[in-house]
C-alpha cells in the first residue's frame, strides 16, 4: 500500500479552532505568571508580618509610629487615656490609689506655680524628647499619691525658667489624669553636681522634687542644679 | 534517545539563559546604583533632602540650645551650606570607595571653628551685657560645646555610618563579595550570548524552535524579575518603612524605589520582547501542514527518526 494513502487528511480548523488552540497553549504560561504572583505577594506577606523584617515595617494605614497611648499597663490595647477631669471628689491618698501605668512620652499632667505664672506640662521620662516638651518624670522616681519622691526636671532655658522666682511657702499644682495633688515649696537648694543624689533619694513621706540646671544664665554645659523641694498638702482623686 | 538528548540540553541551556541574564541586570545595577557615588550623590543633591538634614541638625540643637543656654539661633548661624554639601560628597565618595575596596573608610569632619568663633562672640557680648569677662573655664565650656555641635553635624552628614558595622561578620561576609559582583555582569552577558547560539545551532535549520526556546528563555528572566516586583510594587512595602527620621527615610526609600524601577524595566523589556516573539511565532507564517495538523513522517513507515 502506498505510504501516502495512509495519510489522513489534513483538516481545515475554523477561526475559533484556532483561538482555543491559541488559549490552550497561552494556559501554561498564565498559570506561570500567576503562580510567580502568588509566591511573590505570598513571601512578602511573610516577611511583612511574619519574619523579623515585620519591625521595620509599618501598616499602610497607620502613622509610622504606633501611638501606645491606647495600651494599659498589661500591653491590652484599651481606650486612650482620659483627658485630665475636672469634677473630682476629695480623698486622702490611701492605699486603694491605682496611678495609672504611663509610657514614656505619654503625658501625666500639668505643673503649676500660680506665684510664678508657670505652667508645665509634664509627661513621663526624662530623655531629651520630652524635655523639648516640658517637664520629664524621672521614671526611678514615684507618681503623685505613692507616697514618695516625685521627681520632674526641666530646662533652665524654657519650662523651669520661671523657678528662679518661686519662694519658700509658694503653692505648686499638679493635675494629673487620676486626680489633681497641691503641693507647698518647703525648701529651695543649690546642689554641685556630687550631690545629685540628694535630689532622687527616696522619702518616707510624699515629695515633690522639681529641678533644672544652674546658674540659670550660665553659658555652656551649667554646673549645678537647681532644687525645688515641696511637701503634699492635699489631694484630690477623680471620681 | 537523540531526541531526549537534545531537549535535555536545550532544557538546561534555557536555564543557562535565565540564571546569566539575571546576574547580568543584577550585576549592572550594582555596579551602575548600588556601587556609584554619582547615584548616591544624586539623591543628596535634592534641596529637599539636604534641608531635611538641616531640620534634624537644627532639632538637636535645640535640645543643646536648652542644656547650654545658647540661644538656637547662634548655632543654626554656624550652619555654612557649602561645608554642609561638601562634606556630605567626602562622605558619599569615602563610603562608596571603601565599598569597591579602593581605599579605606574614613569620616569627614565639620570645621570646629566654624561653630567656636560665633559661640565664643556669644559668649563675650552676653558678658558684656552683664558687665562681666568671661572665664576660662567658660571658654574652655564652649570648646567643648563647639566640639559636641561638630559632632551632631557629623552625624547627620554620614548618612552611612560604615563605622557602625564594618567590623560586623555579617557585613564582612557581604563585602567580601560586593566588589566583584559589580564586574560580573560582562560574563554573565558572554554567558548568555554562548547559550542563545548553542540554543540556535543545537536546532540547526529548525529555526523556529530555536528562537521559540530562546525567547522563552528571556519570558522567563522577564517574569521572574517582573512579577516579584510588582508585587512589591502592590504591597508597597518599599514606602513603609519605620524609620523616623525624614532625611534618613528620603535616603533609604529613593534607593529602594530606584532598584524597583530598575528591575521593573528591565523585567518589563525581557517580557514584552519574549511575549511579543512567542506570539509572532505561535500565530504568524506557521507552515500550512503544522498549522493544519499535519505531522509530516508522523504516520512513514519509512521514519526511523526515533528508532
Given at each position: 500500500m502506498n505510504t501516502r494513502e495512509q495519510c489522513p487528511k489534513p483538516v481545515r480548523r475554523s477561526g475559533t479552532g484556532k483561538s482555543i488552540q491559541l488559549l490552550i497553549v497561552l494556559v501554561p504560561y498564565l498559570l506561570f505568571l500567576a503562580g510567580l504572583f502568588v509566591l511573590s505577594l505570598g513571601i512578602f506577606t511573610w516577611a511583612e508580618n511574619e519574619s523579623i523584617l515585620s519591625v521595620f515595617i509599618t501598616k499602610r494605614?497607620?502613622?509610622?509610629?504606633?501611638?501606645?497611648?491606647?495600651?494599659?499597663a498589661s500591653g491590652a490595647s484599651g481606650a486612650t487615656p482620659a483627658p485630665l477631669q475636672k469634677e473630682t471628689a476629695v480623698t486622702e491618698p490611701d492605699e486603694t490609689l491605682v496611678v495609672p501605668f504611663y509610657y514614656y512620652g505619654e503625658q501625666i499632667g500639668t505643673i503649676s506655680i500660680a506665684s510664678t505664672e508657670m505652667s508645665v506640662e509634664a509627661y513621663q521620662g526624662d530623655l531629651d524628647t520630652e524635655l523639648r516638651m516640658g517637664a520629664g518624670h524621672s521614671s526611678v522616681s514615684l507618681l503623685p499619691g505613692q507616697d514618695g519622691n516625685i521627681v520632674f526636671a526641666a530646662h533652665r532655658t524654657s519650662y523651669f525658667k520661671p523657678l528662679q522666682n518661686v519662694a519658700v511657702g509658694d503653692e505648686v499644682l499638679f493635675e494629673t489624669t487620676y486626680g489633681t495633688f497641691t503641693y507647698k515649696v518647703r525648701e529651695i537648694r543649690i546642689l554641685e553636681s556630687d550631690e545629685f543624689s540628694l535630689i532622687t533619694k527616696e522619702t518616707e513621706k510624699e515629695q515633690l522634687t522639681l529641678y533644672t540646671c544652674y546658674?540659670?544664665?550660665?553659658?555652656?554645659?551649667?554646673p549645678d542644679r537647681y532644687a525645688v523641694f515641696c511637701d503634699l498638702v492635699e489631694s484630690e482623686l477623680n471620681t | 534517545m537523540r531526541n531526549v538528548l537534545k531537549i535535555l540540553a536545550s532544557v538546561i541551556l534555557i536555564a543557562v539563559v535565565i540564571v546569566s541574564s539575571i546576574a547580568a541586570v543584577f550585576s549592572y545595577y550594582i555596579r551602575c546604583?548600588?556601587?556609584?557615588s554619582e547615584f548616591y550623590l544624586g539623591i543628596a543633591a535634592d534641596s529637599f533632602y539636604m534641608e531635611m538634614v538641616k531640620h534634624s541638625i537644627h532639632l538637636e540643637f535645640e535640645s543643646q540650645s536648652s542644656y547650654v543656654g545658647i540661644p538656637v539661633e547662634v548655632f543654626d548661624a554656624a550652619l555654612d551650606d557649602s561645608q554642609l554639601h561638601l562634606m556630605l560628597r567626602e562622605h558619599i565618595e569615602s563610603a562608596v570607595n571603601y565599598l569597591n575596596g579602593l581605599a579605606p573608610y574614613t569620616e569627614p569632619e565639620y570645621p570646629v571653628e566654624l561653630i567656636r568663633d560665633p559661640l565664643y562672640a556669644y559668649l563675650e557680648q552676653t558678658a558684656k551685657e552683664q558687665g562681666t569677662v568671661p572665664a576660662k573655664e567658660q571658654y574652655a565650656q564652649i570648646d567643648l560645646v563647639a566640639l559636641d555641635s561638630a559632632a551632631l553635624i557629623q552625624k547627620y552628614i554620614c548618612?552611612?555610618?560604615?563605622?557602625?558595622?564594618?567590623?560586623r561578620t555579617a557585613f564582612q561576609s557581604v563585602f567580601h563579595y560586593l566588589p566583584n559582583s559589580k564586574d560580573v555582569y560582562i560574563p554573565a552577558i558572554l554567558v548568555t550570548l554562548g547559550a542563545i547560539a548553542l540554543l540556535a545551532l543545537l536546532n540547526g535549520k529548525d529555526w523556529r524552535s530555536g528562537l521559540n526556546r530562546i525567547m522563552t528563555a528571556f519570558w522567563l528572566s522577564g517574569s521572574i524579575l517582573l512579577v516579584p516586583m510588582l508585587a512589591l510594587q502592590i504591597t508597597g512595602l518599599t514606602g513603609?518603612?519605620?524609620?523616623?527620621t525624614g532625611y534618613f527615610k528620603f535616603f533609604v526609600d529613593s534607593v529602594l524605589k530606584d532598584m524597583n524601577r530598575y528591575f521593573l524595566l528591565w523585567g518589563a523589556l525581557l517580557f514584552l520582547v519574549g511575549s511579543v516573539a512567542l506570539l509572532l511565532l505561535k500565530t504568524?507564517?506557521?507552515p500550512a501542514a503544522k498549522d493544519s495538523g499535519f505531522r509530516p513522517g508522523e504516520y512513514s513507515v519509512n521514519n526511523l527518526s526515533d528508532k
Open positions: 494605614d497607620q502613622p509610622v509610629f504606633m501611638d501606645l497611648n491606647g495600651l494599659d546658674p540659670f544664665t550660665y553659658v555652656g554645659n551649667a | 546604583d548600588l556601587l556609584s548618612v552611612i555610618d560604615l563605622n557602625l558595622v564594618k567590623d513603609r518603612l519605620s524609620i523616623e504568524v507564517g506557521r
